[in-house]
């Protein structure tokens, strides 16, 4: 079990001091923390207005899954696994990272940010499965962003994507049944006769 600490601290280091460059120390802090700044957050809310408008019933029905994905996954993480494994983030665990945004409180195993991007990305991929690899990249990045920006070990993500994943996957199977077209494509009908 210690080399696998060992394996992930020095990952760690790879990540957010080895291999770095300046246009992303320039892009990831934005991308880590994008979910505080006010434009996303009205571009988020009209171009799912927007969307709702265009497909109507199959785009809202995706956005409550995917809402409740993330909410099962955040109360999950959040409450449940973080107290359990009890980690301290990079920061506080003494490894003096290269911290790329404000010093973050709380736990670190696994990463919410994480679990919450990857819970949005299953959903989304189950009712759109075309558009499955840009909502897996979205996922990815921010992923990686954590890492990068020196507040999450990258164990911390990758459970934080499979957590997200699994509750994802099954919150939208429950929820859009187990057709597998995406939403909004009409059924094939029987010819009679």
Partial sequence: MNWLISLDRALFHKINRDWSASFLDAWLPHLTDLHKQRWF?????????????????????????VA????MTD?????????TFNRARPEKAGLMPLLRTPSHAGLSFPSNHAAN????????????PA???????????????RVYCGVHFPADVLMGLLLGFLIGRVVAYLMLGSDDRPAGKPKKSR???
């Avoid at 558009?131 to 962003?145: D, I, K, M, T």
């Fill in 191 to 193: 010819k009679k006769g």
């Fill in 68 to 71: 409740l994905a993330i909410g």
């Fill in 117 to 128: 991007m990857g819970a949005a990305a299953s959903a989304l991929s189950y009712a759109y």
């Fill in 131 to 145: 558009w499955a690899p840009v909502f897996a990249l979205a996922a990815g990045l921010v992923a990686y962003s």
């Fill in 75 to 83: 109360f999950v993480n959040h409450r449940l696994i973080k107290p």
């Fill in 41 to 65: 957050l009205y571009t988020a809310a009209a171009l799912a207005a927007w969307w709702v408008w265009k497909e109507r019933k199959p785009a809202l029905k995706a956005l409550v899954v």
